[in-house]
Protein backbone atom coordinates (compact mmCIF):
# COMPACT_ATOMS: atom_id res chain seq x y z
CA UNK A 1 0.00 0.00 0.00
CA UNK A 2 0.91 3.29 -0.77
CA UNK A 3 2.52 5.26 2.38
CA UNK A 4 1.97 9.14 2.52
CA UNK A 5 4.40 10.79 5.60
CA UNK A 6 4.10 14.40 6.39
CA UNK A 7 6.44 16.86 8.59
CA UNK A 8 6.21 18.20 10.44
CA UNK A 9 2.95 17.15 12.03
CA UNK A 10 2.89 20.47 13.49
CA UNK A 11 4.16 23.70 13.20
CA UNK A 12 3.92 26.56 15.41
CA UNK A 13 5.55 29.87 13.68
CA UNK A 14 5.37 33.77 13.48
CA UNK A 15 3.67 35.95 11.28
CA UNK A 16 6.32 37.02 9.03
CA UNK A 17 8.36 34.08 8.91
CA UNK A 18 9.03 31.02 6.28
CA UNK A 19 8.97 27.64 6.72
CA UNK A 20 8.59 24.33 4.69
CA UNK A 21 6.11 21.67 5.03
CA UNK A 22 7.34 18.61 3.98
CA UNK A 23 5.35 15.35 1.77
CA UNK A 24 7.04 12.24 1.23
CA UNK A 25 5.70 9.15 -0.40
CA UNK A 26 6.56 5.52 -0.95
CA UNK A 27 5.52 4.65 -4.46
CA UNK A 28 6.21 6.09 -8.08
CA UNK A 29 3.54 8.75 -8.91
CA UNK A 30 3.00 11.73 -10.87
CA UNK A 31 0.21 13.19 -9.09
CA UNK A 32 -0.04 15.03 -5.82
CA UNK A 33 -2.28 17.29 -4.23
CA UNK A 34 -2.05 19.82 -1.79
CA UNK A 35 -5.58 20.64 0.51
CA UNK A 36 -6.11 23.09 3.34
CA UNK A 37 -8.92 22.10 6.02
CA UNK A 38 -9.97 24.68 8.57
CA UNK A 39 -11.36 23.42 11.78
CA UNK A 40 -14.82 22.23 11.64
CA UNK A 41 -14.58 22.51 8.04
CA UNK A 42 -14.30 20.05 4.92
CA UNK A 43 -11.24 20.00 2.55
CA UNK A 44 -10.13 23.32 -0.14
CA UNK A 45 -8.06 21.86 -2.87
CA UNK A 46 -4.67 24.45 -3.10
CA UNK A 47 -3.11 22.84 -5.67
CA UNK A 48 -2.81 20.21 -8.18
CA UNK A 49 0.64 19.14 -9.49
CA UNK A 50 0.61 16.33 -12.23
CA UNK A 51 4.31 16.24 -13.67
CA UNK A 52 8.23 16.32 -12.48
CA UNK A 53 9.62 19.39 -11.50
CA UNK A 54 6.04 21.29 -11.31
CA UNK A 55 5.88 23.74 -8.99
CA UNK A 56 2.60 26.33 -8.78
CA UNK A 57 2.02 29.54 -6.43
CA UNK A 58 -0.83 31.08 -5.21
CA UNK A 59 0.00 33.87 -2.66
CA UNK A 60 2.00 33.06 0.10
CA UNK A 61 2.09 29.37 -0.55
CA UNK A 62 4.42 27.29 -3.07
CA UNK A 63 4.51 23.72 -3.89
CA UNK A 64 6.56 21.46 -5.95
CA UNK A 65 6.94 18.28 -7.00
CA UNK A 66 10.01 16.21 -7.40
CA UNK A 67 8.94 12.74 -8.68
CA UNK A 68 12.13 10.95 -8.66
CA UNK A 69 12.95 11.91 -4.49
CA UNK A 70 8.93 11.08 -3.84
CA UNK A 71 8.89 14.11 -2.50
CA UNK A 72 6.77 17.43 -2.80
CA UNK A 73 6.88 20.48 -0.30
CA UNK A 74 4.89 23.11 0.25
CA UNK A 75 6.52 26.77 0.86
CA UNK A 76 5.00 29.43 3.13
CA UNK A 77 6.60 32.88 2.49
CA UNK A 78 5.91 35.62 4.92
CA UNK A 79 3.43 34.02 7.20
CA UNK A 80 -0.03 35.22 8.02
CA UNK A 81 -1.98 34.18 10.76
CA UNK A 82 -4.81 33.60 7.95
CA UNK A 83 -2.77 30.40 7.01
CA UNK A 84 -3.46 28.99 10.24
CA UNK A 85 -4.84 25.57 9.21
CA UNK A 86 -4.30 21.84 8.60
CA UNK A 87 -2.19 20.99 5.40
CA UNK A 88 -2.86 17.39 4.01
CA UNK A 89 -1.00 15.82 0.56
CA UNK A 90 -2.92 13.31 -1.29
CA UNK A 91 -1.05 11.42 -3.85
CA UNK A 92 -2.59 9.56 -6.49
CA UNK A 93 -2.63 6.04 -6.87
CA UNK A 94 -0.43 5.33 -9.43
CA UNK A 95 -3.63 2.80 -11.83
CA UNK A 96 -5.53 5.61 -10.54
CA UNK A 97 -8.93 6.08 -9.07
CA UNK A 98 -7.47 6.30 -5.83
CA UNK A 99 -5.76 8.81 -3.63
CA UNK A 100 -3.78 8.54 -0.30
CA UNK A 101 -3.68 11.50 2.21
CA UNK A 102 -0.71 12.32 4.07
CA UNK A 103 -1.23 12.40 8.02
CA UNK A 104 -1.85 16.22 8.01
CA UNK A 105 0.29 19.35 9.04
CA UNK A 106 -1.64 21.39 12.07
CA UNK A 107 -0.11 25.08 10.94
CA UNK A 108 -0.40 27.80 14.11
CA UNK A 109 0.53 31.31 12.79
CA UNK A 110 1.17 33.55 15.96
CA UNK A 111 1.23 37.30 16.06
CA UNK B 1 -22.15 26.70 -9.81
CA UNK B 2 -23.71 24.74 -6.99
CA UNK B 3 -20.65 22.87 -4.92
CA UNK B 4 -20.60 19.20 -3.64
CA UNK B 5 -23.46 18.90 -0.59
CA UNK B 6 -23.96 15.90 1.59
CA UNK B 7 -26.90 15.02 3.67
CA UNK B 8 -27.36 14.76 6.39
CA UNK B 9 -24.62 16.94 8.00
CA UNK B 10 -24.69 15.53 11.58
CA UNK B 11 -26.04 11.96 12.32
CA UNK B 12 -26.58 10.13 16.15
CA UNK B 13 -27.08 6.43 16.04
CA UNK B 14 -26.93 3.93 18.02
CA UNK B 15 -24.31 0.81 17.88
CA UNK B 16 -26.16 -2.31 15.63
CA UNK B 17 -28.10 -0.24 13.57
CA UNK B 18 -27.64 0.93 9.83
CA UNK B 19 -26.95 4.37 8.44
CA UNK B 20 -26.99 5.85 4.85
CA UNK B 21 -24.99 9.13 3.91
CA UNK B 22 -25.99 10.74 0.97
CA UNK B 23 -23.64 12.67 -1.49
CA UNK B 24 -25.02 15.04 -4.61
CA UNK B 25 -21.65 16.20 -6.44
CA UNK B 26 -21.03 19.00 -8.78
CA UNK B 27 -22.88 19.50 -12.03
CA UNK B 28 -20.94 17.27 -14.89
CA UNK B 29 -18.98 15.00 -12.65
CA UNK B 30 -19.42 11.99 -13.07
CA UNK B 31 -16.68 10.46 -10.42
CA UNK B 32 -17.25 10.49 -6.83
CA UNK B 33 -15.15 9.45 -3.80
CA UNK B 34 -16.08 8.75 -0.45
CA UNK B 35 -13.36 8.99 2.45
CA UNK B 36 -13.74 8.43 6.39
CA UNK B 37 -11.86 11.48 8.41
CA UNK B 38 -10.98 10.18 11.97
CA UNK B 39 -8.53 11.69 14.96
CA UNK B 40 -6.74 8.57 15.18
CA UNK B 41 -6.10 7.46 11.60
CA UNK B 42 -6.92 10.61 9.63
CA UNK B 43 -8.21 10.75 6.18
CA UNK B 44 -8.93 7.01 4.72
CA UNK B 45 -10.30 6.05 1.18
CA UNK B 46 -13.31 4.43 1.48
CA UNK B 47 -14.54 3.70 -2.47
CA UNK B 48 -14.49 5.75 -5.80
CA UNK B 49 -17.81 5.34 -8.33
CA UNK B 50 -17.96 6.68 -12.14
CA UNK B 51 -20.93 6.40 -13.65
CA UNK B 52 -22.11 4.02 -11.68
CA UNK B 53 -19.57 1.40 -11.36
CA UNK B 54 -17.25 0.89 -8.14
CA UNK B 55 -13.76 1.38 -9.74
CA UNK B 56 -11.50 0.86 -6.37
CA UNK B 57 -12.59 0.13 -3.00
CA UNK B 58 -10.27 1.21 0.27
CA UNK B 59 -9.34 -1.41 3.11
CA UNK B 60 -12.96 -1.37 5.04
CA UNK B 61 -15.01 -3.80 6.41
CA UNK B 62 -17.88 -5.48 4.05
CA UNK B 63 -20.32 -3.25 6.29
CA UNK B 64 -19.16 -0.34 4.19
CA UNK B 65 -20.94 -0.28 1.17
CA UNK B 66 -21.91 2.36 -1.65
CA UNK B 67 -23.72 3.08 -5.11
CA UNK B 68 -23.83 5.49 -7.09
CA UNK B 69 -26.84 6.15 -9.63
CA UNK B 70 -27.60 7.43 -12.97
CA UNK B 71 -27.27 10.99 -11.64
CA UNK B 72 -24.09 10.72 -10.39
CA UNK B 73 -25.61 10.96 -6.87
CA UNK B 74 -24.12 8.49 -4.68
CA UNK B 75 -24.92 7.05 -1.10
CA UNK B 76 -23.22 4.95 0.94
CA UNK B 77 -24.27 2.90 3.94
CA UNK B 78 -22.87 1.45 7.26
CA UNK B 79 -24.52 -1.76 8.37
CA UNK B 80 -24.27 -2.85 11.92
CA UNK B 81 -22.45 0.27 13.13
CA UNK B 82 -19.47 -0.02 15.42
CA UNK B 83 -18.56 2.89 17.97
CA UNK B 84 -15.30 3.39 16.19
CA UNK B 85 -17.38 4.39 12.55
CA UNK B 86 -17.80 7.58 14.59
CA UNK B 87 -15.92 10.25 12.09
CA UNK B 88 -16.48 12.48 9.59
CA UNK B 89 -17.83 11.40 6.26
CA UNK B 90 -16.30 13.55 3.55
CA UNK B 91 -17.17 12.97 -0.16
CA UNK B 92 -15.56 14.05 -3.30
CA UNK B 93 -16.68 14.50 -6.64
CA UNK B 94 -14.46 15.44 -9.97
CA UNK B 95 -14.58 15.17 -13.56
CA UNK B 96 -12.60 12.02 -13.52
CA UNK B 97 -10.52 10.97 -10.82
CA UNK B 98 -8.08 8.89 -12.78
CA UNK B 99 -7.36 11.73 -15.14
CA UNK B 100 -5.18 14.37 -12.74
CA UNK B 101 -8.54 16.92 -12.43
CA UNK B 102 -9.07 18.29 -8.84
CA UNK B 103 -11.38 16.53 -6.10
CA UNK B 104 -13.97 19.15 -5.00
CA UNK B 105 -14.91 17.77 -1.23
CA UNK B 106 -18.65 18.75 0.38
CA UNK B 107 -18.94 19.70 4.07
CA UNK B 108 -19.07 15.91 5.06
CA UNK B 109 -21.28 14.41 7.76
CA UNK B 110 -20.56 13.49 11.29
CA UNK B 111 -21.67 10.38 12.79
CA UNK B 112 -21.65 9.92 16.00
CA UNK B 113 -22.22 6.10 17.34
CA UNK B 114 -23.32 5.61 20.95
Known amino acids: ELKVEQNPLFLSMQEGKNYTIYCNYS?????LYWYRQDPGKSLESLFVLLSNGAVKQEGRLMASLDTKARLSTLHITAAVHDLSATYFC???????????FGTGTSLTVIP | KAGVTQTPRYLIKTRGQQVTLSCSPISGHRSVSWYQQTPGQGLQFLFE???????NKGNFPGRFSGRQFSNSRSEMNVSTLELGDSALYLC?????????????FGPGTRLTVT
Open chain 1, 27 to 31: TTSDR
Open chain 1, 90 to 100: AVEKPTGNQFY
Open chain 2, 92 to 104: ASSLDLSGGYEQY
Open chain 2, 49 to 55: YFSETQR
